[in-house]
């Protein structure tokens, strides 16, 4: 099995979408499909800064910041690959809908105010789509959205996941990012472990 693998620490579609939002009622969106290893540059270089990882289920949307991710080829499908920690609401709505969109921004966006809000902020406590004012568009291929401002989206579906094993892990990277005396609801690093979530990415495309 050949892996291809990098990881850091055609047609327009036209679509009147009218789901909840921060901002349009009604807008017209323009999908202009990609391929994702195209891209390659553009998602690894802005995931070292962070991007925005949706999820969806029972109703509700959350997304969240993340740096770290993977990208590469295995079982011969493009995968994304995100980790998770423990106590997050992104992992609760995704161990329900294995499904999630990775946000990625091209150009300028409002990243000091949503970093804050998604990065610092838990779905268990605020709506973090009302809050930052992100506007969703329905996926395509997912039953979670993109979002308007961060237009580069992977469409994703879970083929496999796994949690960590602390077991095989360096222990200097257990004492800096696992650190057992800080709570599993601290937003930076913590005492939770994380889930590998292995998402066949089945739809790549630039928002417009």
């Known amino acids: 099995m050949k892996i291809m693998f990098a990881i850091i620490h055609f047609m327009p579609y036209i679509e009147f ?4 939002k921060g901002r349009d009622t009604m807008s017209e969106i323009i999908r202009e499909d990609v391929s994702v290893f ?14 925005l990882l949706t999820t969806k289920a029972e109703g509700k949307v959350n997304t969240m ?5 993977a990208l590469g080829i295995e ?6 690959t995100t ?5 997050r609401f992104t992992k609760s709505l995704l161990d329900k809908n294995a499904e999630f969109t990775v946000n990625i921004p091209l150009g300028e966006w409002d990243k000091k105010r949503i970093k804050r809000i998604c990065g610092t902020q838990s779905g268990y406590d605020i ?25 580069l989206t992977l469409e994703c579906k879970v083929i496999y996941k796994r949690k960590q094993d602390k077991n095989l892990m360096p222990s200097d990277i257990i004492e800096r990012e696992y ?7 601290y937003y930076g ?7 590998a979530y292995y998402g066949e990415i089945v739809k790549a495309y630039i928002l417009k």
């Open 127 to 151: 709506d973090k789509i009302k809050e930052t004012g992100l506007t969703l568009v329905d996926g395509v291929k997912v039953d979670v959205p993109a979002i308007k401002e961060l237009a």
């Open 75 to 80: 079982w011969g499908r493009p995968i994304f």
């Open 189 to 195: 690093s913590n005492r939770d472990f994380h889930t």
């Open 17 to 20: 979408n009218d789901t909840n």
């Open 179 to 185: 650190p057992q005396d800080v709570p599993g609801t």
């Open 38 to 51: 195209d891209y390659t540059s553009e998602i690894l270089n802005a995931l070292k800064k962070g991007v």
């Open 83 to 87: 980790y998770v920690r423990e106590h």
């Open 65 to 69: 910041v993340i740096s770290w991710g």
